[in-house]
């Protein structure tokens, strides 16, 4: 008599869910053996409070808001680790929650690995690496969060680092939705993220 | 508030009749109408939500969970307004801080999937801003496989909740659930309910975010919808700034 005889519908269908959810496990496992594309900050502290010099709130002596306006505020230095393989480039990118575009570094090489502090307004600048520019919803660089330090709103801010397979061809005023468009199917992992509250508690 | 239109008209309809009738009949339509107006009483205390104690309280019928009352009567929450309240509402948890990290408890699935009745984490919110129809909470992971479906980082969402609601008490059972008023339903991209933190939470840590809308109106979106859909058909009708909450998941949780 053949084993076939005792299987049931049933058993099948048990047994095609159990090779279904031994699946869901494997894809799992490989998740984990690949290190995940993490975005630190030597003087910046995920989910802390952004330091003071790095906003308009610290380093502005007025609260009157006039487009370009020059204030003392640099961008704190970034730096990333684990890329994954097929990078080409990178975009960072600084939204608050009502997704205003606080900053992007578009272009940046695939070998690069940091931003240094205090990058200039503008383009040319060595210390922007070769290729790359960068904006803020206001400015060409770096403007820096305004939010008051009196409990006036509740202000956070989203620091996302996606790596790319190609440099994006977009041109350097790109609002934020050009740039999510212009990368959508181009990610080589994983975004990285930071999260950093502002300016309620920064020092 | 159809109840409360409908005393209105019984109210109306009342004084005639005791001009005509006798005072017997008049009477017993009294006896009538104090049953309809105490029926009426409960019900703009379920309105109102903020009125203290004049609602009746709804007692969970989960007999896993903690009864608490989860909408409709009672008092509120005792949610201490955060910056930005009125026109932010302000969202919180008595199981972790804001920027903390999420308890395990809340997290079944983080190292391996282990079942689609995850325990959600207990929330309460402070009054939505006037003109509020219905609030949509939703909770999604920064970090899904950019791999997969980008709809997959949609954990948790509950549509439709009345303006009166300011709590989900923990473990907000799946499906539609007493748990949840009337109207409203809840889902995750793969589930009818809380799902948390997915398989590799617990080797990175992941960003969450519980985002609280308050909108104009209701929601007119499918029971699975996905979060692109939900997204869309919010925009354009928040009554403010949305309340944020946000945690990390799992490597430090406890």
């Not at chain 1, 695939?110 to 990058?119: A, F, K, P, V």
């Not at chain 2, 007692?59 to 005792?78: I, K, Q, T």
């Not at chain 2, 079942?115 to 309460?124: G, K, N, R, V």
């Not at chain 2, 059972?173 to 109207?183: C, D, I, N, S």
Request: aromatic letters at 6%.
């Amino acid at each position: 008599m053949g084993t076939h005889m005792f299987i049931k519908p049933g058993f099948l269908r048990l047994l095609l869910l159990a090779i279904g959810l031994s699946m869901i496990g494997a894809a799992n496992a490989q998740d984990m053996r690949t290190p995940q594309l993490t975005l630190s900050s030597p003087t910046v502290a995920d989910m802390e409070p952004l330091p003071l010099k790095y906003t308009q709130t610290g380093t502005r002596p007025s609260v009157v808001v006039s487009p370009g306006m020059t204030n003392g505020a640099v961008n704190p230095p970034i730096e990333w680790s684990n890329v994954p393989p097929g990078t080409n480039a990178f975009v960072l990118m600084l939204t608050d929650h009502v997704d205003t575009l606080m900053w992007a570094v578009v272009n940046i090489p695939g070998d690069i690995r940091s931003l240094m502090e205090g990058i200039p307004n503008g383009n040319e600048s060595s210390k922007l690496p070769a290729g790359a520019f960068h904006r803020s919803f206001r400015s060409n660089g770096w403007i820096g969060p305004a939010a008051r330090q009196s409990p006036e709103g509740r202000w956070t801010y989203y620091w996302k680092l996606y790596p790319l397979d190609k440099k994006l061809n977009v041109s350097e005023d790109a609002s934020r939705d050009e740039i999510l468009a212009a990368m959508e199917g181009h990610l080589t992992g994983n975004k990285a993220v930071m999260i950093t509250p502002c300016c309620d508690g920064s020092k | 508030m159809m109840n409360f239109r409908r005393c209105i008209f019984r109210e109306a309809e009342f004084h005639p009749m005791m001009r005509q009738r006798g005072i017997k009949k008049a009477l017993s339509w009294l006896g009538g109408l104090a049953i309809v107006a105490a029926s009426c009483g409960v019900a703009a205390g379920q309105n109102a939500g903020s009125e203290p104690p004049a609602g009746p309280r709804i007692l969970v019928p989960n007999p896993r969970s903690d009864a608490e009352p989860v909408s409709g009567g009672g008092p509120a929450p005792d949610v201490a307004p955060g910056p930005g309240h009125p026109r932010q509402p302000t969202i919180r948890s008595t199981a972790f801080a804001d920027y903390g990290w999420l308890p395990l408890k809340y997290a079944p699935n983080a190292a391996k999937m282990v079942t689609f009745d995850a325990s959600s984490p207990p929330l309460a919110w402070t009054a939505p801003p006037q003109g509020t129809v219905s609030v949509v909470l939703t909770m999604t992971d920064l970090e899904t496989s950019s791999g997969g479906n980008p709809q997959d980082q949609l954990l948790w969402a509950v549509v439709n909740l009345p303006p009166s609601t300011r709590l989900l008490a923990e473990s907000t059972t799946r499906g539609r659930t007493a748990m949840l008023p009337a109207a409203a339903f809840q889902l995750s991209f793969l589930t009818n309910g809380y799902i948390g933190p997915m398989p590799g939470a617990n080797l990175h840590a992941h960003h969450y975010l519980f985002e609280l809308y308050t909108l104009d109106k209701l929601l007119e979106v499918p029971r699975d919808v996905t979060l692109d859909q939900l997204k869309a058909a919010m925009k354009g009708h928040q009554t403010g700034q949305r309340g944020v909450l946000v945690v990390k998941c799992c490597v430090n949780s406890r």
